[in-house]
Every structure is written in structure tokens, then in C-alpha cells.
């Protein structure tokens, strides 16, 4: 039986029209909401116009933080040494890249083709990102954990019929067959390469030590960033329950496709700071304050030392 050459490239298209259309229908919605709740976000936009400058400051700063800790993240995922240099500004780069195609895609390409750069096979480029994501999503996990005591009944569970929870274990126990039949005899190899790396990266102190310090670094600077935009806007909330707010919120708008969270993380953030008790109009002086540091401000320097990268091999 000849193989279907066509077949492979057919499906990875229609994941493409898939994913597209996913995105799409989020950030119509998303344009849908905004246009639905526009005096409240003018007013935050107004609010946000005349916050404190001291805290907006400290915010900025917190957000240029963001990148060298996601560089020392990446560091430590590697065992070979990189340019300090040019790994700051591919973060930087990658960030951009990031919110323009969707869910992580353009990150994931910057760094992987820097990491080739500087002399690292594909296959361990790729194993190096999973190790930075994987640090990544345990620290997360770590602090939510850390915080949910100091902030109780903050991430309340929604109250569900008995059928509704009954259809949604099982959903999940499906999920969860189809998974172990299909996916994991394909991934069973990578994730002992990603389990090999870490070990190996855990026999050097300065790497484990980048490696996780980075990535904690990372998520914590992006919740100070909005806990100095909330003190700013003059929002009622404390510091802890604001990063856990984050941490919730972020963690909802990563099951959605769309770019860098574009629009799904923006009604993530304004959804859980409003139900937590926040006015309406500071909850949006807030996420606007915190997705123009993280977002807009940073988006066209960083495509254009993403095209500085590029024409100069450095990507």
C-alpha cells in the first residue's frame, strides 16, 4: 500500500483553519464585550490616565524584569553556555512574536531557531523549551498553592447540578482514555527526553538554580506588574489576592488560542477581579494598565529587533 504523502500536510492545514477560526471567534467575542461595556472601559481608560506615576513606574519596570528572567528561565534550560546578549534580546523579540501568532507558536519559534543558532540540534532546542514550559507550570502551580491559604474562599468553585459534574467526569475520564491510547505511545519518547534533561540539569547546581529562579522570577514579576497597576489605579484588593487573581486568570486564558492571550487573558483578568469585588471601571483601568506595559508599549520594538535578528543570523 503506497502512503498518502498529501496526507500529513492536509491535516496540519486543517489544524491551521481550526485553530484560526478558534482564534477568531475569540477575539470577536472579546471586540464584541468591549463594544457591549464601552463607558466602562473609557472610564478605566480615564482612571488610568491619572493613576499614581510612582506605581505605573515600578509596573514598567517590573515588566522589563520580565524578559532578562525569562533569559535566565532559558538559561538554565540549557546545559551549554549562550550569549547573554542575544539571549535577553530574543526574549525580548520572542515576546512580540508572541502576540501576533497564537498560542505560544511565535515564541516557541524564536527561541527554538536562536537555540539552533547557537549550535543546539533541533530535537534538543525543542527538549530545552519543554523544560523551560515545564518549570514554568510547576512554579505556577507552586504559587497558587502558596496563596490560596492566605487569600480563603478567593477561587471559589462554581456550584453545579450533580449532571452537569457527572457529564464533565465523563468527559474528562474519556479524555483521559483517549490520551493514554493515542497520544502517549507518540510522546512517551519526548517526555523521557524532557525527564533525561532535567535530571541532567539538576546535576548542575547554576543551571537548576537559573532554571527555576527564572521561572519563578518570571511569574512574579507579571503579578507585580499588575499589583503595581492596581495600587496605581487605586484598586481594593491586596497584593496577594491580586497575583492569585493573576495566577487563576492566566492560567484560564492559556486553554484559549489566542495570541499571547490577546483578548481571552483580558476577560480572564477583568472577569476575576470583578467577581472578587473590584468596581467595574478599576478592573478595566488595571487590565488596561497591565496588558499596555506587557503588550502594546513593548510590541513594535520588539518586531523590529525580531527583523534586527533575523537579518543579522543571529535567528
Known sequence: MVPNVNAAPAMSRRGVYWHAAACLAVLLGAGWLVRRHWPVVEHGALRLAVADQGWLLVAALAAVGTWASSALAQQGAVARRLPGGRLVAAQFAASAANHVLPAGVGAGAVNLRFLMRCGLPPGRGASALAVKAAAGAVVRLALVAALAPACPGLLRAPHLPAAVLLAGAAVVALAAVLLRARVWPR??????????????????????????????????????????????????????????LYLAASGAAAL????????????????????????????????????????????????????????????
Open 187 to 244: 510522546c512517551r519518547g519526548a517526555v523521557a527526553a524532557v525527564v533525561a534533561d532535567i535530571r541532567a540539569l539538576h546535576s548542575r547546581p547554576a543551571r537548576a538554580a537559573a532554571l527555576w529562579g527564572g521561572s519563578l522570577a518570571f511569574t512574579g514579576l507579571h503579578a507585580l506588574v499588575l499589583i503595581s497597576v492596581a495600587r496605581a489605579v487605586e484598586l481594593p484588593l491586596s497584593p496577594a489576592r491580586v497575583a492569585l
Open 256 to 315: 484559549l488560542p489566542t495570541p499571547g492571550g490577546l483578548g481571552s487573558l483580558d476577560a480572564a483578568l477583568a472577569l476575576a477581579l470583578t467577581a472578587s469585588g473590584t468596581p467595574a471601571a478599576a478592573a478595566a483601568s488595571a487590565v488596561l494598565g497591565y496588558r499596555l506595559l506587557t503588550v502594546w508599549l513593548p510590541l513594535l520594538p520588539g518586531l523590529l529587533l525580531l527583523g534586527v535578528l533575523i537579518r543579522r543570523r543571529a535567528l
